[in-house]
């Protein structure tokens, strides 16, 4: 297997170019299955999650083509709607098809997904949902049938957590069913504004864009669509830490600042000088001069709070500033499989229940270590820890990161790192 080695504790400088939103990425190569006709999706990153879910469509008769970050994608001719447990386990986000069969066809059968490390992920809310919708799912065998005896029906949609893929899935059995559907506690996240616009592009209509009640009138028919995936801003947020982690001068380029609302706030309060101009955001830390960071505290929210996919990240940083941090967990069960590996690069937390107490150590305080990525964030956090380290950081089970950061290795030698995949 691969593993990455870094050889830590170099200031970065120059400019990352942020890539499309994996998380948008997804549901919107998903939605392509409500209609046929070619689609074409623009600043599509290409990420082994991505190639799953390009997969996963191949297997139903889809057809795609990339030319750099343009796909083109054409489902006029879908021969099936059964996905397997061997691709659904690999990425959870597999269920995203489910919708768009639904509203299409009338039918799918999805596998389960199995937990994950960072919980146990069910999808109750996505089916109570299709239920809402006159649709009939049936749990056996640790798959997901589900059927609609005709068109679906427009209903009121409640979510007891406003849960990002359940929205989208709802939102994609919505457009052509018969009446209206209102989700009520809707997900506010970028990602699912981007579907939205998708969807509206591809002729749907759906009002409440970007709150937390979206109204859906079905309509009769779609039409294939041109759209353009959105700025990752995961990938912007954890650019953005790992300068203020390493010091030096960082330009994050084409993201979106105005999606990383509470990731600028807390950073700024820790002290990291930041300037935000159009789609760019600098970030200066010298080394040397730099004013001593301070630890904050931080409690993952759903959109627009601080996001759960960028708290293993900011705990990296924490570690390496003065004073004491308090990170809570709200969104995931068990989403502190980090803390284990950041321990071996010398950080001092204390974990009780989904609260993370961390000590500051400042920013010499990681020492290279041998660590081994267990999600794809928890992995961005030790790569995070290893270029701030005092020597050589070896991350084994790098796969992970291949899900979620594009060019990792060759964006970050771009800024200075001196970082090289090795295969063990
Ligand atoms: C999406 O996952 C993202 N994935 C996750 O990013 C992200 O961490 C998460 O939203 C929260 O922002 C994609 O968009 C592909 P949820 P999702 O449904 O939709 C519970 C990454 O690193 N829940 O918003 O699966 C759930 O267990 C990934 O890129 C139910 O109980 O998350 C969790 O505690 C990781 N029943 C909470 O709701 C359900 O039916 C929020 O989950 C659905 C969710």
Redesign the pocket.
């Known amino acids: 297997m691969d593993k990455l080695i870094i050889e830590g504790g170099r200031p970065l400088h120059g400019e990352v170019c942020i890539s499309g939103a994996?998380?948008?990425a997804?549901?919107i190569i998903a939605a392509t299955l409500l209609t046929g006709g070619e689609h074409v999706l623009t600043n599509v990153p290409d990420l082994r999650?991505t190639r799953t879910m390009l997969s996963l469509l191949a297997e139903m008769g889809v057809r795609h083509r990339r030319d750099g970050s343009t796909l083109s994608i054409d489902s006029s001719d879908i021969t099936e709607a059964e996905v397997s447990y061997d691709l659904v386990k690999t990425?959870?986000?597999s269920v995203?098809v489910l919708g768009p069969l639904l509203a299409r066809l009338g039918r799918a059968k999805v596998s389960l997904p199995g937990g994950?490390a960072?919980?146990?992920?069910?999808?109750?809310?996505?089916?109570?949902g299709f239920q809402r919708l006159g649709v009939t799912c049936r749990l056996e065998h640790g798959y997901v049938e589900a059927f609609a005896a005709g068109r679906l029906q427009g209903n009121s949609v409640y979510?007891?957590?406003?849960?990002?893929?359940?929205?989208?899935n709802i939102l994609m059995a919505a457009v052509l069913a018969e009446g209206d559907t209102i989700i009520k506690n809707a997900?506010r996240?970028p990602?699912v504004t981007n579907l939205v616009d998708t969807l509206t592009a591809m002729g749907a209509s759906i009002e409440g864009r970007g709150t937390a009640e979206l109204i859906v009138h079905g309509v009769d028919r779609l039409h294939p669509a041109s759209v353009a995936i959105i700025a990752d801003r995961?990938e912007a947020g954890t650019y953005l830490i790992a300068a203020a982690a390493t010091g030096g001068e960082v330009v994050v380029s084409g993201c979106r600042p105005d999606h990383l609302p509470a990731l600028l706030e807390k950073l700024a309060e820790v002290g990291v000088d930041i300037v935000t101009v159009d789609n760019h955001v600098t970030v200066r830390a010298d080394p040397i001069s730099r004013a001593r960071l301070k630890g904050v505290d931080i409690k993952t929210m759903?959109?627009p709070g601080y996001?759960?996919?960028l708290q293993a990240q900011i705990m990296s940083l924490m570690c390496l500033c003065d004073g004491m941090s308090v990170i809570k967990e709200t969104?995931?069960?068990n989403r502190f499989m980090h803390v284990a590996e950041l321990r071996r690069l010398g950080a001092d937390i204390r974990i009780e229940g989904n609260t993370a107490a961390v000590r500051g150590l400042g920013p010499g305080g990681f020492n290279g270590a041998r660590v081994m990525a267990t999600?794809?964030?928890a992995s961005s956090s030790l790569v995070i820890g290893g270029l701030a380290a005092a020597g050589r950081t070896e991350i084994s089970r790098i796969y992970h990161l291949e899900?979620?950061y594009e060019n990792l290795v060759e964006k970050l030698c771009a800024v200075g790192a001196r970082v090289w995949k090795e295969t063990d």
């Not at 992920?121 to 089916?127: A, E, Q, T, W």
């Not at 979510?159 to 989208?168: A, K, L, M, N, R």
């Open positions: 994996k998380n948008a997804l549901p999650d990425m959870r986000a995203l994950c960072i919980g146990a992920r069910p999808i109750n809310f996505h089916i109570s979510f007891d957590i406003p849960s990002v893929t359940g929205t989208e997900a996240e990602e995961i759903p959109y996001p759960t996919d969104i995931f069960e999600d794809l964030r899900r979620g």
